[in-house]
């Protein structure tokens, strides 16, 4: 990818003061924190001091500036050197971003000139809400005051080397260990002469915090990761979140935007508000389960997003399909400091893909179709009919569409290292994860191998890529009985976008081994040993089947057409069957739940022996589009009984409608801060009248996240046609995000690419002017 200047952010969210410290963002101590402060003395033991207090005793945490040692006259961090040196580069926010395990550049300027036989020099830096030596959140580092020397700090993992020594001033190389704390550190440098007493001192803060990410780059960091792949899951902005069916699915554009502002600010402050311990923050695991829980609102914390799977939605809230990316919602979290409304499982694993790659984590959005949901650990996912073969809903497990998660890539210290690489983590609530909302991450290895024994959650999204289908018919006594065990239609399709193209790469094999093998069917059998149902044994049963069924959907109709859907039934038998066949169409969504149904038949049929005959039903546009939801999903349940032996069977799936294509005009090239325009056409090519329609547009460096309202009813046949501005504030290649939806129909997506030269003389680094400048520039534009 081509690496580019940051410019800054022309409509971010207010950033907190350069001083701020990482308590000051809490608003209240955690209840079990509070209780202790407030009620130790009445049960005996000594109450904790509040984290204020605390650094209030720390004495190292004190300016002084009392002696005849060296004072300090300025600071250069040189954050844009480094902030190159480190691929921190592309980031809005200001300030010195750095990257754990590679050494960063500074220089300090003093009011005299440097005596190397009279001058100590201390560097601290102080890390967390309770720093102390002990801890390792105060690293002291001497600095040898001669040119090319080395200087570890007590413990020696932080290393400082002098480069040049010159006059007044002193430039040194700092060197972060590879499992350095990530987040806000403060800056100190302390000084002292040989002759006075080691109490006799200054010490000068630094009015800025430096950043500490992940270090992608650092082949000691644990999310290490090669270069080509490193540019796709680090560095790209914009991506692909597969949705649909597993016989019709396409790739909704998704701006990710995670050098944007406030996006960085949001994810550190999200393992503040979390209180994610300052150890802990070292460790990868811990920050993306602690990511994993705070982007939903489930928990007492109240993440980021609410998650809502309904028909009808209040007004004054964002539906979850009219997202078109992860910086807007990320700035209204921000900026009203309470969960946005409303997400679905797409949403949620964009927002994380955002929030991970931020923090230097190599992350990707992951859908698997035909995902299942085991509720009870079974490891097995169960549906009940009726003795006439209908549905009994409230009893199933349930089956989606497709399900949307992330997959981030780091070595696992807490696990053999046969589990490193691709690890699965899920933000989306579904279930509890010691006690909290939130899923992973599991070692994508030991999903394919069942090892199903192992933290985390690794049962759960077994199940959900390779459960097996065991359909019961609940007989009229209140009797249940196995009727048919489906092997192989969970997990199906799983999707990520390619590395350097648009294109959809097939994980299914990373995920299981190839269905029916003998490998897949050992995989099953060992985990059906941890099964909460393991000594029921239901595979014993002789569950063959002399008649089969196979359904019949449509594949490309457009919303608003006539369509047929059935099923082909195949007797295997040497005897003729009589065969009675129920259709039910009802629409659906894409969790696998029912809606209102639209129409039901029902057919008798004689099949010959070694014979096969279609069943199909007319469904013309009348009859659904008013039950129709925006999604244009629906499902067809085939219900058959074979009337010479009174078995029944029943089989279901949902398929969606083709909607109709928009399109987006834009140079394929522009140079930067220079305005262009694009074009946005989207014609409606159903026989529908579509109202309320509403266009989003997203595009991190080129525009701002905005909503433009169609007030006019779209009649068949009719166009409409957007004319925006775009202003490019970063080079390299960038996407342009735009997706239309109305009462009707939504997840009509469109993008386009444009790409960016840096702008040769002129205005190169909007950052040189001051903030009035910088502002006024870009409102002109």
């Given at each position: 990818m081509t690496?580019?200047r940051?410019?800054?952010?022309?409509?971010?969210?207010p950033?907190?003061?350069?001083?701020?410290?990482?308590?000051n963002l809490?608003?209240?101590p955690?209840r079990?924190?509070?209780?202790?402060l407030?009620?130790?003395?009445?049960e005996?033991r000594?109450p904790?001091?509040?984290d204020?207090e605390?650094?209030?005793?720390?004495?190292v945490?004190?300016p002084?500036s009392?002696?005849e040692?060296?004072?300090?006259?300025?600071v250069d961090?040189?954050a844009?050197?480094?902030?190159d040196?480190h691929?921190?580069?592309?980031y809005?926010?200001?300030g010195?971003?750095?990257?754990r395990?590679q050494?960063f550049?500074l220089?300090?300027?003093f009011?005299?000139?440097?005596?190397?036989?009279?001058?100590?020099?201390?560097?601290?830096?102080?890390?967390?809400?309770?720093?102390?030596?002990?801890k390792?959140?105060?690293i002291r580092?001497?600095?040898?005051?001669?040119a090319?020397?080395?200087?570890?700090?007590i413990?020696n993992t932080w290393?400082v080397?002098?480069?040049?020594i010159?006059e007044?001033?002193a430039t040194?190389?700092?060197?972060?260990?590879?499992?350095?704390?990530i987040?806000?550190?403060e800056?100190f440098v302390e000084s002292k002469?040989?002759?006075?007493?080691a109490?006799d001192?200054?010490?000068y803060e630094h009015?800025d915090n430096l950043?500490m990410?992940?270090?992608?780059?650092?082949?000691e960091d644990?999310?290490?990761?090669?270069?080509?792949?490193?540019?796709?899951?680090v560095?790209?902005?914009t991506?692909?979140?597969?949705m649909g069916?597993q016989r019709?699915?396409f790739?909704?554009?998704?701006n990710?935007g995670?050098?944007?502002?406030?996006?960085l600010?949001?994810?550190l402050h999200?393992?503040?508000?979390?209180e994610?311990?300052?150890?802990a923050?070292g460790s990868?695991?811990s920050?993306?389960?602690?990511?994993?829980a705070q982007a939903?609102?489930c928990d007492?914390?109240?993440?980021?997003?609410?998650?809502?799977?309904?028909?009808?939605y209040?007004?004054k809230?964002?539906l979850p399909?009219?997202?078109?990316?992860?910086?807007?919602?990320?700035?209204?979290?921000?900026?009203?400091g309470?969960s946005?409304?409303?997400?679905q499982?797409?949403v949620f694993s964009?927002l994380?893909t955002?929030l991970?790659r931020?923090l230097?984590?190599?992350t990707?959005?992951?859908?698997?179709f035909e995902?299942?949901?085991?509720c009870?650990s079974s490891?097995?996912?169960?549906?009940h009919?009726d003795e006439?073969?209908?549905?009994?809903?409230d009893?199933?497990?349930?089956?989606?569409?497709f399900?949307v998660?992330?997959?981030s890539?780091?070595?696992r210290?807490?696990l053999?290292?046969?589990?490193?690489g691709w690890q699965v983590?899920?933000?989306?609530?579904?279930?509890?994860?010691?006690?909290?909302m939130?899923c992973?991450p599991?070692?994508?290895?030991a999903v394919k191998e069942?090892?199903?024994?192992?933290?985390?959650?690794v049962?759960f999204?077994?199940?959900?890529?390779n459960g097996?289908?065991?359909q019961?018919q609940?007989?009229?006594?209140g009797?249940?009985?196995?009727t048919?065990i489906?092997?192989h239609?969970?997990?199906k399709?799983?999707?990520?976008?390619?590395v350097?193209?648009p294109?959809?790469h097939?994980?299914?094999l990373?995920?299981?081994?190839p269905?029916g093998?003998?490998?897949e069917?050992?995989?099953?059998k060992?985990?059906n040993?941890?099964?909460t149902?393991?000594?029921?044994?239901?595979y014993?049963l002789?569950?063959?089947?002399e008649?089969?069924?196979?359904?019949?959907?449509?594949?490309?109709?457009l919303?608003?057409?006539d369509f047929k859907?059935?099923?082909?039934v195949t007797?295997a038998s040497?005897?003729?069957?009589t065969?009675r066949v129920?259709l039910?169409l009802?629409?659906?969504?894409?969790?696998g739940v029912?809606g209102r149904?639209?129409k039901?038949?029902?057919f008798e049929?004689?099949?010959?022996?070694?014979d096969?005959?279609?069943?199909m039903?007319d469904?013309?546009?009348?009859e659904?589009?008013?039950?129709m939801n925006p999604g244009?999903?629906?499902?067809l349940y085939?219900?058959?009984k074979?009337?010479e032996?009174?078995?029944?069977?029943?089989?279901?799936e949902?398929?969606?409608?083709?909607k109709p294509?928009?399109?987006i005009?834009?140079?394929?090239k522009?140079?930067?801060?220079?305005?262009?325009k694009?074009v946005?056409?989207f014609h409606n090519?159903?026989k529908l009248k579509?109202?309320g329609?509403?266009?989003?547009?997203?595009?991190s460096?080129?525009?701002?996240a905005e909503?433009i309202?169609?007030?006019?009813v779209?009649?068949?046949?009719?166009?409409?046609i957007?004319?925006i501005k775009?202003f490019?504030?970063?080079?390299?290649t960038?996407e342009?995000?735009a997706?239309?939806?109305?009462?009707?129909?939504?997840d009509v997506?469109?993008?386009?690419t444009?790409?960016?030269?840096?702008?040769?003389?002129?205005?190169d680094d909007?950052t040189?002017?001051s903030?009035?400048?910088?502002?006024?520039?870009?409102?002109?534009?």
């Open positions: 690496r580019r940051r410019a800054a952010a022309t409509e971010a969210s950033q907190p003061p350069k001083r701020t410290r990482r308590y809490r608003s209240t955690s079990i924190k509070r209780d202790l407030l009620g130790g003395e009445q005996g000594r904790l001091v509040t204020e605390h650094r209030d005793k720390n004495k945490l004190k002084e009392n002696t040692a060296l004072k300090v006259s300025s961090l040189q844009e050197k480094n902030r040196a691929h921190t580069e592309e809005e926010m200001e010195l971003i750095v990257r395990g050494s550049c220089s300090i300027t009011d005299r000139e440097i005596n190397k036989d009279e001058d100590i020099l201390i560097l601290q830096f102080v890390f967390g809400a309770r720093p102390q030596e002990s390792g959140s105060v580092i001497p600095v040898k005051l001669e090319d020397c080395d200087s570890p700090d413990l290393k080397t002098t480069t040049t010159k007044k001033t040194v190389s700092v060197t972060p260990p590879e499992d350095s704390s987040g806000r550190y800056f002469l040989v002759s006075k007493e109490t001192l200054n010490r009015e950043i990410l992940f270090n992608p780059w650092c082949p644990t999310v290490y990761m090669e270069d080509r792949e490193r540019d796709e899951y560095m790209n902005e991506g692909r979140i597969w069916s019709c699915f790739g909704k554009p998704w990710f995670q050098f944007d502002n406030p996006v600010e949001c994810a999200l393992l503040d508000r979390a994610l311990g300052d150890v923050r990868i695991v920050v993306v389960r602690t990511i994993s939903n609102s007492e914390d109240q993440g980021i997003l609410e998650g809502r799977w309904t028909e009808t209040p007004k809230c964002t399909w009219s997202w078109t990316g992860s910086v807007k919602i990320i700035k209204e979290f921000m900026e009203k309470k946005v409304k409303y997400g499982c797409w964009g994380v955002t991970c931020s230097g984590i190599p990707r959005s992951v859908t698997n995902s299942a949901h085991d009870d490891m097995t996912i169960d549906s009919y006439d073969g209908d549905p009994m809903e009893m199933n497990d349930s089956v989606w569409n399900h998660w992330n997959e890539w780091f070595r210290l807490d053999p290292e046969d589990y490193n983590h899920d933000a989306t609530p579904q279930e509890v994860s010691e006690g909290v939130r992973g599991a070692p994508l290895k069942g090892h199903v024994y192992l933290n985390y959650d049962a999204i077994f199940a959900e890529v097996d289908r065991v019961w609940c007989n009229d006594d009797s249940m009985e196995v048919k489906d092997k239609s969970v997990g399709c799983i999707s990520t976008k390619a350097g193209c294109d959809r097939d994980l299914t990373d995920y299981k081994y269905e093998t003998q490998d069917r050992r995989v099953v060992f985990v040993r941890f099964s149902r393991r000594k029921e044994n239901i014993h002789d569950l063959k089947h008649v089969t069924f196979d359904l019949v959907l449509p594949e490309d109709t919303v608003g057409d859907a059935g099923l082909i007797n040497s005897e003729d069957k065969i129920k039910t009802v629409s659906a969504y894409y969790t029912a149904r639209v039901n038949e029902t049929y004689n099949v010959n022996s070694e096969k005959r279609q069943v039903m469904v013309d546009s009348g659904y589009v008013k039950f244009a999903v629906f499902q085939a219900s058959c074979v009337m032996t009174k078995k029944s069977f029943a089989k279901q949902s398929f969606f409608l083709r294509e928009m399109t005009e834009m140079p394929e522009a140079e930067q801060y220079e305005e262009v694009a946005i056409k090519t159903t579509l109202t329609g509403s266009l989003q547009i997203e595009g460096g080129l525009v701002t909503e309202a169609t007030k006019k779209i009649k068949a046949g009719d166009e409409i957007e004319e775009v490019p504030t970063r080079y390299g960038k342009l995000v997706s239309f939806s109305c009462d009707q129909i939504t997506e469109s993008s386009a444009i790409y960016v030269s840096r702008k040769a003389g002129g205005l909007p040189t002017l903030t009035s400048e910088r502002n006024s520039f870009f409102i002109g534009k």
